[in-house]
């Protein structure tokens, strides 16, 4: 049974369940659930479509997610972050639609492990107060926009950017929320007119679109109640693995 698709019954099953989990880190962190749901979508999915189908729902869940941490946007870096992200956007779609699969799981496997291990080893001791220069924000916005038109996973740049800037908890989801909201947004328009979204993406999108609000609102509800760091170790060793099998699958 394929429910019209070129992909199995089990397979949309598998992609319900990564959106449902992706869905509830990214409410709970601010961040997390391309880094979660791309690698673990290519196991079942053409890598083309995984990335779509997450641009698609990754734009849903970082609006309600700005919209529920909105009270201390850090405006200049979101501002940086975007322009570098919007600028850089259109080489992440000429990577999408011309990379072989290959090229494009051994990209995702390697910024995915990278991005675990910085984050499980590398920000013990954010900079608090630090100010970078205003350049690393675009440059951090642009490689950010590549990742995010090419492998729908711009996290990890803005993460390492953010987590030096020294901000807070609510500072940090409220920033990164605004930049994933600008970037979604525009970066789908890139991707259709590229000619990149296709039926089975949207297909899948719309099918698990349920699953991605009902993980959105349990994420939420548990980042009230739990501290960010309990969240943190979970996310750290599920982007390690992921990125493992990623690139295993890669090869196999």
């Keep these: 049974m394929s429910l019209g ?12 369940a990564i959106v449902l989990l992706s869905a509830v880190l990214q409410a709970a962190l601010g961040f997390g659930f391309a880094l979660i749901a791309v690698p673990l979508l290519m196991l079942v999915l053409p890598p083309k479509t995984a990335v779509i189908c997450v641009f698609l729902l990754a734009s849903v869940a970082s609006v309600l997610t700005l919209r529920a941490a909105r009270a201390e946007v850090k405006v200049a870096e979101a501002r940086r972050l ?10 992440g779609v000429v990577l999408l639609l011309s990379a072989p699969s290959l090229v ?15 984050m499980l080893f590398g920000h013990e001791a954010p900079l608090e107060g630090h100010q970078p220069s205003a350049a690393l924000g675009y440059v951090t916005g642009a490689i950010s926009g590549v990742l995010n038109t ?9 993460v390492v950017y953010l987590r030096h800037r020294g901000l807070g ?3 940090f989801r409220s920033t990164i929320s605004v930049v994933f909201t600008v970037s979604n947004l525009v970066g789908l328009i890139m991707l259709g007119v590229g000619g990149a979204i296709h039926r089975d993406a949207v297909v899948l999108a ?31 060793v599920a982007l390690l693995l992921s990125g493992v099998v990623v690139l295993l699958r890669a090869f196999v």
């Design 5 to 16: 698709l070129t992909i199995s019954l089990w397979a949309v099953v598998a992609v319900a």
């Design 82 to 91: 975007s322009i570098g992200a919007v600028a850089a956007m259109p080489l």
């Design 104 to 118: 494009l799981r051994l990209m995702l496997g390697l910024v995915t492990i990278a991005a675990a291990l910085w």
């Design 150 to 158: 090419s492998l729908s996973t711009n996290g990890p740049p803005l």
């Design 169 to 171: 908890p609510e500072a």
């Design 206 to 236: 719309l099918v698990s679109g349920p699953f991605n609000i009902v993980g959105w609102a349990l994420g939420n509800a548990l980042a009230k109640r739990l501290a960010p760091h309990h969240f943190d170790r979970v996310v750290d």
